[in-house]
C-alpha cells in the first residue's frame, strides 16, 4: 500500500476517549494497516503501548479523509471540556505532521500552501484564549527536528509580533514566514544537517546556503509574499552588520527578519539536541543581550524578554 494516498498524523492529537469520523491507519514494515475504525474507540491498556510507537511517521488517515481531521481538531480546540494546556498540545501536535510535509514532500509548492491554515489555527487560538502562549512556549523546545524548530521559530515570532502591536494580517503573515524560514535546508545534504560536532569549512559553506536556497524555493510559489521571502533571506543577516549572506545591518534588514533572527538562536539556545545541553530560558536571553549584543535589533530583544516572561502563565 502505497503512502502517496495518505496524510499522516499525530496519535497524540487524537483523544482516546473520543471516537474519530474517520479511519486511522498505522504503519507496520512498510505496510499500512486499520488501527481504528470510525466509531471506535481504544482500550485503556492499548494506549500506552501505542502511543510509544508514534515516532511521528507511523499513524496515518486517508489523504481524503484530511479536511475531516482538520475539522476534528477545530473542534477539539473550541471543547469547553479540554484544558488549555491540552489544546495547545493537540494544535502543536497537529501542525507537526503538517510540518513534516514541507521539509519532506517532493511538491514543495503544495506543501507551502498546505501550511497555512497552520499560523490562522494558532492565531485563532491566541485571540480566544489569551493565556495560551504560555502553554505554547512550555511545549516547545523539546527536540531537534527542522520541523519542530520552524514551528517554534513562529510560535515565539506570534508571541513577539503581539507584544510589538502587529495586526492580525501581519501576523499571519510573519508567522508563515516563520514557518519557511529554513526550508532551504531541503537543499542541504542530510549529512551535513545531522552531523554531529563542528561543520568543516565546505559543509559549512554549503550550510550557510540555506537562505539563498529558500529564496529560490519560495520564489517558486505564486502566495509567497515578499516580506515572508525576506523573513527567509534575511533571517542570519546581524544587526551590527556581520552576517550572512548580504551583510546587510540595522533598519536595512526586515523586520520580520530581524523577528526570526531572535527567535531562531533563542530556540537554538533552549533546545535540546542530542550534543548539547539546553539552556534556561532566562540564560539564553541573558547570553543575548551580552554576549551576542549587536547582533539583534536591541527594542525586539527587550519585547522578547516580555514574551518569555511577563507574559507567561505556564511552566
Ligand atoms: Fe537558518
Ligand atoms: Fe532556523
Known amino acids: 500500500m502505497s503512502t502517496e494516498e495518505y496524510f499522516r498524523i499525530r496519535l497524540s492529537t487524537i483523544r482516546p476517549d473520543k471516537v474519530t469520523t474517520f479511519e486511522i491507519f498505522l504503519k507496520i514494515d512498510n505496510r499500512l494497516v486499520t488501527y481504528r475504525r470510525v466509531g471506535d474507540r481504544i482500550a485503556d491498556e492499548k494506549i500506552e ?38 489544546k495547545a498540545r493537540i494544535l502543536r501536535e497537529s501542525s507537526l505532521a503538517i510540518m513534516e510535509d514541507l521539509f519532506e514532500n517532493p511538491d514543495v509548492n503544495k506543501a507551502l500552501d498546505e501550511s497555512r491554515p497552520i499560523i490562522t489555527d494558532f492565531i485563532d487560538f491566541m485571540e480566544k484564549q ?70 568543516d569549512e565546505i559543509e559549512w559553506e554549503q550550510m550557510k546556503r540555506h537562505p539563498q536556497f529558500g529564496l529560490m524555493i519560495l520564489n517558486q510559489n505564486p502566495n509567497i509574499t515578499d516580506a515572508m521571502k525576506a523573513a527567509c533571506f534575511e533571517h542570519h543577516e546581524s544587526w551590527a552588520g556581520n552576517g550572512y549572506p548580504q551583510q546587510i545591518s540595522g533598519n536595512e534588514i526586515h523586520p520580520y527578519a530581524r523577528i526570526v533572527a531572535i527567535t531562531d538562536t533563542y530556540d537554538a539556545m533552549t533546545t535540546q539536541r542530542s550534543y548539547n545541553i539546553p539552556m534556561k530560558p532566562f540564560d539564553a536571553v541573558q547570553m543575548m543581550k551580552e554576549k551576542l549584543a549587536g547582533r539583534y535589533d536591541p527594542d525586539m530583544l527587550k519585547a522578547m524578554h516580555s514574551v518569555l516572561f511577563k507574559l507567561k502563565t505556564a511552566g
Open 49 to 86: 503501548q501505542l502511543h510509544q510507537r508514534d515516532t511521528g511517521n507511523s499513524f496515518f488517515i486517508k489523504l481524503e479523509d484530511k479536511e475531516k481531521y482538520r475539522l476534528w481538531v477545530r473542534e477539539e480546540m473550541n471543547s469547553d471540556t479540554l484544558a488549555p494546556n491540552e
Open 130 to 199: 489569551p493565556e495560551s502562549m504560555g502553554y505554547l512556549i512550555s511545549l516547545s523546545g523539546h527536540d531537534f527536528y527542522t520541523y519542530n524548530h520552524s514551528l517554534d521559530v513562529g510560535i515565539y515570532a506570534l508571541g513577539l509580533g503581539s507584544v510589538l502591536g502587529f495586526n492580525p494580517k501581519d501576523l499571519e503573515e510573519l508567522g508563515l514566514g516563520c514557518l519557511f524560514h529554513d526550508i532551504g535546508k531541503r537543499n542541504v545534504s542530510l549529512d551535513i544537517l545531522c552531523k554531529k560536532g563542528a561543520l
